[in-house]
């Protein structure tokens, strides 16, 4: 029995032998132009001699202009101002030029960022609230801002609101002081002292020993599934190393700069001191903050809701509050779902900064087109703003990504 057994399989594998044989003849007699790996590397290899072809297409043409693909020009003097930004004159090159728009476009990118976020995460915890009231306000601002284009909102602001603020002379002054005009907002800043040089040191060790603490933290949470000690300790050495360091140094590292109205000849008013937020810089920053909240916002609802329920209902069940629940249980695991589209978020604030030039900040693009326009180096120019934009972008991206990785780490 076991003889036809084995007999009567031998003439299926003779079939699919047979078939094999067959098939890979088949194969061997398809021509190359219906061969589908063949027809890949030929695209692939047109594509290539396409690009190729297109950029020496665009190099000889502009060649045959009798152009000179050069930097050479941004040694040469500038002869242009620039009123927003690090300190700068005419007689600087293009290259400080330049420097002065990547800065400012950079500043508003930074600070859009944390502000953003921190709009985005209350507003899309409140989204999720049961308080009516609370959740109906923060849908209503998620929906009108996310409809309505970015420009129309710069120039709401910038028009309609910040250029309709009382003029200096009878600026709104808060508490601090704060100075608020059509002009800007100007805050008090801390200055450097003499003495911050001695003080600076204090701040290294703070870091270096944050780090080891939370480093070691780490490693014992790896082994042994529970850190070796709360996260306050990792924070108490930025504090009190820095405050024993003020105790100890002669004088004070840092100094309030206050600022102050004063009248200048002829009358003129103007405020001195502090730091001062021109008006086009507070209305794109005001544009790009509330605009960006509201997409971080539904990505925070979205986290929110991948995360069971029934973790939170387990937590509550443990007496946790809803602040703790939050704070230690769902936010964690939501941030998984969060990170990933947050990058995109923070990559759209900063190229969407470059919509500044419809209101007169002086960001990288603005400051390029005055650049191109002075010097004729149109195409150098660009390359310039588009490595610097990469730049930048490659540079948010590859932060948020390790962001990304420990958070993935640490849920393991």
């Given at each position: 029995?076991?003889?036809?057994?084995?007999?009567?399989?031998?003439?299926?594998?003779?079939?699919?032998?047979?078939?094999?044989?067959?098939?890979?003849?088949?194969?061997?007699?398809?021509?190359?132009?219906?061969?589908?790996?063949?027809?890949?590397?030929?695209?692939?290899i047109?594509?290539?001699?396409?690009?190729?072809?297109?950029?020496?297409?665009?190099?000889?043409?502009?060649?045959?202009?009798g152009?000179?693909?050069?930097?050479?020009?941004?040694?040469?003097?500038?002869?242009?101002?620039?009123?927003?930004?690090?300190?700068?004159?005419p007689?600087?090159?293009?290259?400080?030029?330049?420097?002065?728009?990547?800065?400012?476009?950079?500043?508003v990118?930074?600070?859009?960022?944390?502000?953003?976020?921190?709009?985005?995460?209350?507003?899309?915890?409140?989204?999720?609230?049961?308080?009516?009231?609370?959740?109906?306000?923060?849908?209503?601002?998620?929906?009108?801002?996310?409809?309505?284009?970015?420009?129309v909102?710069?120039?709401?602001?910038?028009?309609?609101?910040?250029?309709?603020?009382?003029?200096?002379?009878?600026?709104?002054?808060?508490?601090?002081?704060?100075?608020?005009?059509?002009?800007?907002?100007?805050?008090?800043?801390?200055?450097?002292?003499?003495?911050?040089?001695?003080?600076?040191?204090?701040?290294?060790?703070?870091?270096?020993?944050?780090?080891?603490?939370?480093?070691?933290?780490?490693?014992?949470?790896?082994?042994?599934?529970?850190?070796?000690?709360?996260?306050l300790?990792?924070?108490?050495?930025?504090?009190?190393?820095?405050?024993?360091?003020?105790?100890?140094?002669?004088?004070?590292?840092?100094?309030?700069?206050?600022?102050?109205?004063?009248?200048?000849?002829?009358?003129?008013?103007?405020?001195?001191?502090?730091?001062?937020?021109?008006?086009?810089?507070?209305?794109?920053?005001?544009?790009?903050?509330?605009y960006?909240?509201?997409?971080?916002?539904?990505?925070?609802?979205?986290?929110?809701?991948s995360?069971?329920?029934?973790?939170t209902?387990?937590?509550?069940?443990?007496?946790?509050?809803?602040?703790?629940?939050?704070?230690?249980?769902v936010?964690?695991?939501?941030?998984?779902?969060?990170?990933?589209?947050?990058?995109?978020?923070?990559?759209?604030?900063?190229?969407?900064?470059s919509?500044?030039?419809?209101i007169?900040?002086?960001?990288?693009?603005?400051?390029?087109?005055?650049?191109?326009?002075?010097?004729?180096?149109?195409?150098?120019?660009?390359?310039?703003?588009?490595?610097?934009?990469?730049?930048?972008?490659?540079?948010?991206?590859?932060?948020?990504?390790?962001?990304?990785?420990?958070?993935?780490?640490?849920?393991?």
């Amino acid at each position: 029995m076991s003889g036809e057994g084995v007999s009567g399989c031998i003439p299926f594998k003779g079939v699919d032998m047979n078939q094999r044989a067959a098939m890979d003849e088949h194969r061997s007699v398809v021509p190359f132009w219906r061969n589908e790996r063949v027809l890949k590397v030929l695209a692939q290899i047109v594509f290539v001699i396409l690009v190729l072809a297109v950029g020496a297409w665009a190099l000889t043409n502009y060649l045959e202009r009798g152009l000179k693909f050069s930097y050479s020009f941004l040694d040469e003097e500038a002869s242009f101002d620039l009123a927003e930004g690090i300190e700068f004159s005419p007689t600087d090159p293009y290259a400080r030029a330049f420097l002065v728009g990547v800065l400012n476009t950079a500043r508003v990118a930074a600070i859009g960022i944390v502000l953003a976020t921190l709009v985005g995460l209350v507003t899309g915890i409140a989204r999720l609230s049961k308080n009516w009231l609370v959740s109906k306000i923060a849908g209503v601002y998620i929906e009108i801002i996310r409809n309505i284009p970015l420009l129309v909102q710069l120039f709401l602001l910038y028009f309609a609101v910040i250029m309709k603020l009382p003029q200096i002379k009878e600026a709104f002054v808060l508490p601090g002081p704060v100075y608020i005009s059509n002009r800007g907002i100007v805050l008090p800043w801390p200055r450097v002292a003499a003495s911050f040089g001695l003080w600076w040191p204090f701040l290294v060790v703070a870091l270096i020993g944050a780090v080891a603490l939370l480093i070691i933290r780490g490693r014992s949470l790896k082994h042994t599934g529970r850190p070796s000690f709360n996260l306050l300790w990792v924070v108490t050495p930025l504090v009190a190393v820095p405050v024993l360091g003020w105790l100890l140094i002669p004088g004070n590292p840092l100094l309030l700069d206050l600022p102050e109205m004063v009248t200048k000849s002829g009358g003129v008013l103007k405020v001195e001191g502090g730091t001062a937020l021109s008006s086009e810089f507070t209305a794109l920053l005001l544009g790009l903050v509330v605009y960006t909240g509201a997409y971080i916002a539904e990505v925070v609802r979205a986290g929110i809701l991948s995360v069971p329920r029934g973790q939170t209902e387990a937590a509550r069940a443990q007496g946790f509050t809803n602040r703790q629940i939050l704070s230690l249980i769902v936010l964690p695991q939501a941030l998984r779902v969060i990170i990933p589209p947050l990058i995109s978020q923070y990559l759209n604030l900063t190229k969407n900064s470059s919509l500044a030039i419809a209101i007169g900040f002086l960001d990288l693009y603005a400051v390029s087109q005055t650049m191109w326009n002075q010097s004729g180096r149109v195409v150098e120019v660009f390359f310039m703003i588009m490595a610097s934009y990469l730049t930048m972008s490659l540079t948010i991206s590859f932060v948020m990504n390790i962001v990304n990785r420990r958070m993935q780490i640490v849920e393991r």
